[in-house]
């Protein structure tokens, strides 16, 4: 039995896409770029969370101690870009929520590249993140972020690590 669009509509309800940003010392410009997708449910109804884990072969299936779910969340960049987008774009969500997926393969496919790695593409990616998730939110804004990579003594590069 193939399920992949009964995936589909289950994390069009429980599901999310994210791009969070983390500032940090050891990447680029003062911030570390995280995508993730994750699904969540009771841990009495989990079944499809394990299904997922072993459909994709990644991921991680952890307890949410934040309302008490058990969380499916996969945040390897690889795996984005190789399993999660390709399911997701084969078989499309019916809500809004679709246009965080195309926002957030864009996304993926930038950092692929290592755009991440230079103003320019941060910035994009930035932008296209703040785009996703309209009722969600952050710690930080789109707007601060992106000050602090034009602030000339606010840019932080760590040669070793620019990722």
């Given at each position: 039995?193939?399920?992949?669009?009964?995936?589909?509509?289950?994390?069009?309800?429980e599901?999310?896409?994210?791009?969070s940003?983390?500032p940090?010392?050891?990447?680029?410009?003062?911030?570390?770029?995280?995508?993730?997708?994750?699904?969540?449910?009771?841990?009495?109804?989990?079944?499809?969370?394990?299904?997922?884990?072993?459909?994709?072969?990644?991921?991680?299936?952890?307890?949410?101690?934040s309302?008490?779910?058990?969380?499916?969340e996969?945040?390897?960049?690889?795996?984005?870009?190789?399993?999660?987008?390709?399911?997701?774009?084969?078989?499309p969500?019916?809500?809004?929520?679709?246009?965080?997926?195309?926002?957030?393969?864009?996304?993926?496919s930038?950092?692929k590249?290592?755009?991440?790695?230079n103003?320019q593409?941060?910035?994009?990616?930035?932008?296209?993140?703040?785009?996703?998730?309209?009722?969600?939110?952050?710690?930080?804004?789109?707007?601060?972020?992106?000050t602090?990579?034009?602030?000339?003594?606010?840019?932080?590069?760590?040669?070793?690590?620019?990722?």
């Amino acid at each position: 039995m193939d399920i992949s669009s009964y995936i589909s509509g289950f994390v069009d309800g429980e599901g999310c896409f994210c791009v969070s940003f983390q500032p940090s010392k050891r990447h680029c410009f003062g911030w570390e770029v995280r995508p993730s997708f994750s699904v969540s449910q009771n841990q009495d109804r989990a079944q499809l969370l394990y299904i997922l884990r072993d459909r994709w072969k990644c991921g991680t299936i952890r307890p949410d101690r934040s309302d008490k779910t058990i969380k499916f969340e996969v945040r390897a960049l690889l795996d984005l870009n190789e399993k999660v987008v390709p399911h997701f774009l084969r078989y499309p969500l019916i809500s809004k929520k679709q246009e965080d997926v195309v926002l957030f393969s864009e996304i993926c496919s930038l950092m692929k590249v290592k755009q991440h790695r230079n103003l320019q593409g941060l910035s994009q990616i930035v932008n296209l993140a703040m785009r996703m998730n309209s009722t969600g939110k952050r710690k930080y804004t789109g707007s601060e972020i992106l000050t602090s990579l034009h602030a000339d003594e606010g840019i932080v590069y760590a040669t070793g690590n620019c990722g």
